[in-house]
């Protein structure tokens, strides 16, 4: 299967509030690791991802879910 760097594919996953809490913390450690190793562009979608992760781990906290 070919797929294209730019393709948007979809996925439904489910994770607890403490599992995306865990992935937050690796993906903090991820970025300051590919910042140290001059890998700007992992460090930039590593954060990206974790800003992403953020904003859906406190919108589950906020609905109560």
Known sequence: MNIEKDEVLN??????????????IALVIATDS????SQM?????FS?????????KDD???KGV
């Open 11 to 24: 996925a439904t996953i489910k994770f607890t509030i403490s599992e995306i809490h865990n992935l937050i």
């Open 60 to 62: 589950l906290i906020n």
């Open 48 to 56: 990206k991802l974790r800003k992403d992760l953020v904003k859906i």
């Open 41 to 45: 562009e992992y460090a930039n979608n």
């Open 34 to 37: 590919a910042s140290n190793l």
